[in-house]
Structures are given as C-alpha cells and as structure tokens.
T-cell receptor, first 111, second 114 residues
Framework: QKEVEQNSGPLSVPEGAIASLNCTYSDRGSQSFFWYRQYSGKSPELIMSIYSNGDKEDGRFTAQLNKASQYVSLLIRDSQPSDSATYLCAVMRTSYGKLTFGQGTILTVHP | GAGVSQSPSNKVTEKGKDVELRCDPISGHTALYWYRQSLGQGLEFLIYFQGNSAPDKSGLPSDRFSAERTGGSVSTLTIQRTQQEDSAVYLC????????????FGSGTRLTVV
C-alpha cells in the first residue's frame, strides 16, 4: 500500500464546475496535510494546508480533512481553465519535516 | 534570497560522469530538502537537512548519491557515476522549522544522462 494515494486521473470538468480531488494516507500518526499545484514543466507550489479535522476555505479552494478515515480532499469551486494542472497531496508526520507526496491527480478544466 | 535558487537549470551528462547540483535556500530557512521527479511521476524524497542535526538520508537510492549542506545554508547534491535511470528533475525545497506551512520549492535541475 502506498503511503499517500491519489487517483491519477485525468479528471476533466467543465469551466465553472466544482472539481473534487481526493487523497488517502496510510500513516495514522500524520499531522499536517498539504495540497500543491504543479503546472507542466514547473515546480510544485503550495495552495492549501490543513491540520485539523473539518474544512478550511481559501478563496475558491476548500480543503477537507477526516483523520478517522485518513482522507483529505480539495474542492475547487468555479473551476477555470487556468486551474488545469497536476494536484499533489502531501502528508507530514510532524509539524515540520519530510513530506510524503502522492502521485498527483491531473485536472483538466475545459471551456 | 527571495526564493529557493537551484543551479544549473539543465544538465546533460554522459553516463558514468559525476554531477553536482546546487541549492540555495530561502534566507533563514533552517530545513532543506531534496526530491526528484521522474517523467510523469510523483516526488521521491531523497534527503532532508534540519539545522545542525544529522541529515535524514533515508531516501537516497544508492551510495552513488550524497549531499552536504555547508554553513546551514547552501546544499550540494552529488551523483557519482551517473546512470540513465538518474535522469529526472531534481527539486530542492526549504522551510522554516517554526511554522508548518509546507515547503517552498526551487525551479529544479533537469538532469539528462546520455
């Protein structure tokens, strides 16, 4: 079992729709959770972090964490073609240290 | 500096040669990480430096790989006797140990072994 699992996609949504990206992790001791966006040929950039169960909203992005189910998700509302990228889920066991990444989900937002 | 700086941005080397990749982290960041990303793959952890502590080398794939961090700042990743399977983008990141805000990545070094 991989430490962090994501559906590789591609996930295709129409412009204006909600894109839902999911991630599960195996280490029940994980404490910090991150979503990175990676455009083709570019390095990953941090878009969301979440540490407590529940929802965290930032603009069009909402991260959701359920530690009991070992599940973290990212919702993108009003999806735009510029959101088309690979979204990487990352998990950290402590408050700082090594991040373990999932394989990433390719998101395509079509006009 | 304002961001994580990596050099060179591209490196083409012949199989069997040694290469050095450089990373200059964000000023004041005590933690520095090396990852690599092969084409179409996720990020593979290589090594992690935190302040003056012994580095976490658990991700280095073989003894051909080594890294050092001088003066708590600049880091060099060295790959000896390069092989074609070493071809990848090598990403460096840094973070502050005081806040769990994730990493800031550099733009990477694309290594091609021919």
């Amino acid at each position: 079992q991989k430490e962090v699992e994501q559906n590789s996609g591609p996930l295709s949504v129409p412009e204006g729709a909600i894109a839902s990206l999911n991630c599960t992790y195996s280490d029940r001791g994980s404490q910090s959770f991150f979503w990175y966006r990676q455009y083709s040929g570019k390095s990953p950039e941090l878009i969301m972090s979440i540490y407590s169960n529940g929802d965290k909203e930032d603009g069009r992005f909402t991260a959701q964490l359920n530690k009991a189910s070992q599940y973290v998700s990212l919702l993108i509302r009003d999806s735009q073609p510029s959101d088309s990228a690979t979204y990487l889920c990352a998990v950290m066991r402590t408050s700082y240290g090594k991040l373990t990444f999932g394989q990433g989900t390719i998101l395509t937002v079509h006009p | 500096g304002a961001g994580v700086s990596q050099s060179p941005s591209n490196k083409v080397t012949e199989k069997g040669k040694d290469v050095e990749l450089r990373c200059d982290p964000i000023s004041g960041h005590t933690a520095l990480y090396w990852y690599r990303q092969s084409l179409g793959q996720g990020l593979e952890f290589l090594i992690y430096f935190q302040g003056n502590s012994a580095p976490d080398k658990s991700g280095l794939p073989s003894d051909r790989f080594s890294a050092e961090r001088t003066g708590g700042s600049v880091s060099t990743l060295t790959i000896q006797r390069t092989q074609q399977e070493d071809s990848a983008v090598y990403l460096c990141a840094s973070s502050s140990s005081m806040e769990a805000y994730g990493y800031t990545f550099g733009s990477g070094t694309r290594l091609t072994v021919v």
